[in-house]
C-alpha cells in the first residue's frame, strides 16, 4: 500500500515554466555559446500512487511540442 497525497485526495493543478540553457564545444567559451530559450505551461492530476502531466512548451525559434507523462508517486 502506498501513500497517496495528504488526507488521501486527489489533486490538481497548473504548472508554469520557463526553461534556457546552452551546449557548447571543448575549449569553446560558454559566453560564444548559442543559448536557447522556451517557455510553457501544463496541468496535473495526482491521485494515490499515480500522476499524470499534460505539458505544451514553446522553444523560441524551435516551434511548439506538446508532452505527456504518467508515473508513479512515492
Do not use: C, E, M
Not at 520557463?18 to 505551461?41: I, T
Not at 525559434?61 to 504518467?70: I, K, L, N
Amino acid at each position: 500500500d502506498q501513500p497517496g497525497p495528504p488526507g488521501g485526495r486527489r489533486q490538481t493543478g497548473v504548472a508554469v515554466f520557463v526553461d534556457r540553457g546552452a551546449v557548447w564545444n571543448d575549449g569553446q567559451r560558454l559566453a560564444d555559446a548559442d543559448w536557447k530559450q522556451g517557455y510553457g505551461a501544463g496541468v496535473f492530476a495526482i491521485a494515490t500512487g499515480s500522476q499524470l502531466r499534460r505539458d505544451v512548451a514553446h522553444g523560441q525559434g524551435r516551434g511548439t511540442r506538446a508532452h505527456f507523462s504518467a508515473g508513479l508517486s512515492f
